[in-house]
Every structure is written in structure tokens, then in C-alpha cells.
T-cell receptor
Framework: EDQVTQSPEALRLQEGESSSLNCSYT??????LFWYRQDPGKGPEFLFT???AGEEKEKERLKATLTKKESFLHITAPKPEDSATYLC????????????FGDGTTLTVKP | DAGITQSPRYKITETGRQVTLMCHQT?????MFWYRQDLGHGLRLIYY???????DKGEVPDGYVVSRSKTENFPLTLESATRSQTSVYFC??????????????FGPGTRLTVT
């Protein structure tokens, strides 16, 4: 059974204070790992897909990295508008189309 | 409107009543999904569909029914609502591309309260 564990559950940062969110996963043959952002009262919004260990993707202040067991979402010099819940999900090669989601990390960035 | 829409956005119903949540997408994506999200939990898959007239159970299907007669619509029905089905429901869609991974695109959600 595919599993995704995200840590920490909640993270509070000061504006400009860089940090990382963790996503540990077990999956029988990884097809891809996804990161989503979810604002309060809204649906998740796709950020990145990572396919293989060693791969990195960047978007503004966010950088996602992938190893064989975990992924990190690095946030550099965050701003208050980066406050959101970040969800990680994995898709196995045998589960075409379906993803297994973690419970998310709620990030709060204080000005 | 382009994208994926859900209706109603908010619904209050009584225990035992039948409720249908609607989902419509304009991209002609082949895959569609229904999730529920409860406080402190991530997204749990209820049902999904790989194409019109093809549906399959997810992690938490009990008490729910789906149908997909048209590619763009994927309604979710609670046959006899229970308080444990109070939740936020998200519909999503995705489209395979060259047999690679499929990111999902989500609707705005329906907040359902069962009294």
C-alpha cells in the first residue's frame, strides 16, 4: 500500500526565514511525486511533478527535490503570501491516474 | 466558465436524505476523481473514473454512488446522508500525456454539513 507522510504538520516562519518541508513516501514503483498548494477555502493547486531521484524543480521561492525515499520543498526567503497548506502526493506505476496524498504541512509566514 | 466547477458550493442537509454533488470540467480530461477532506486529514479518494462509463472505488467508497455518462460530468450521490459524511468534497480531473504522470486539477470544493 502506498503511503505518504508529511512533516511537520505546521510550520511558522518569520518573513525571510528559509526552511524546508518534508515528504516521506513508500510506493511500489514511483511514476511521479507531486506537490500542491492549498489556500484556505480553495481546492489544491498543482505546483510540481518530480519523476526520479536527483531531480529538482523551481518556481519563484520554492524548490522541490526528490530522493528515493523522500522529497523536500525548500522555501527561500518566504513572504506572507506563501502561507498555505502544502500537499505531497505520489503516483505508482501500477495505479494509473490515482494519487495517494499526505496530510499536508500548514505554513504560516509572519511579516 | 473554463476549468472545473462544482455545485453547490455549500449544502446543509438532514440525516437520511439523498444528496447529489455536481462536478463539471471543460477540458475533456479522461480521468475524474472525488475526494473528501476532513479537518486534520489530507485528501481521501472516494471514487474515480478513467473514462465515461468506467468508474472504480477509492479508499472510502461506502455510502457514496457515482456515475459518468458524459466525459465532462461526474456527479457524486450520497444515498442516505450520515453525520460522518460532513466534510469538504473536492472534484478533480487529469489527462494522461504520453503514458507519463498525471497531475490533477481541482475544483473549488463543496462544503457539506449533515445535521
Amino acid at each position: 500500500e502506498d503511503q505518504v507522510t508529511q512533516s511537520p504538520e505546521a510550520l511558522r516562519l518569520q518573513e525571510g526565514e528559509s526552511s524546508s518541508l518534508n515528504c516521506s513516501y513508500t510506493v511500489s514503483g514511483l511514476r511521479g511525486l507531486f506537490w500542491y498548494r492549498q489556500d484556505p477555502g480553495k481546492g489544491p493547486e498543482f505546483l510540481f511533478t518530480l519523476y526520479s531521484a536527483g531531480e529538482e524543480k523551481e518556481k519563484e521561492r520554492l524548490k522541490a527535490t526528490l530522493t528515493k525515499k523522500e522529497s523536500f520543498l525548500h522555501i527561500t526567503a518566504p513572504k506572507p503570501e506563501d502561507s498555505a497548506t502544502y500537499l505531497c502526493a505520489v503516483q505508482a506505476r501500477t495505479n494509473a491516474g490515482k494519487s495517494t496524498f499526505g496530510d499536508g504541512t500548514t505554513l504560516t509566514v509572519k511579516p | 466558465d473554463a476549468g472545473i466547477t462544482q455545485s453547490p458550493r455549500y449544502k446543509i442537509t438532514e440525516t437520511g436524505r439523498q444528496v447529489t454533488l455536481m462536478c463539471h470540467q471543460t477540458w475533456s480530461h479522461s480521468y475524474m476523481f472525488w475526494y473528501r477532506q476532513d479537518l486534520g486529514h489530507g485528501l481521501r479518494l472516494i471514487y474515480y473514473s478513467a473514462a465515461a462509463d468506467i468508474t472504480d472505488k477509492g479508499e472510502v467508497p461506502d455510502g457514496y454512488v457515482v456515475s459518468r455518462s458524459k466525459t465532462e460530468n461526474f456527479p457524486l450521490t450520497l444515498e442516505s446522508a450520515t453525520r460522518s459524511q460532513t466534510s469538504v468534497y473536492f472534484c478533480a480531473s487529469s489527462e494522461p500525456f504520453r503514458d507519463t504522470t498525471y497531475e490533477q486539477y481541482f475544483g473549488p470544493g463543496t462544503r457539506l454539513t449533515v445535521t
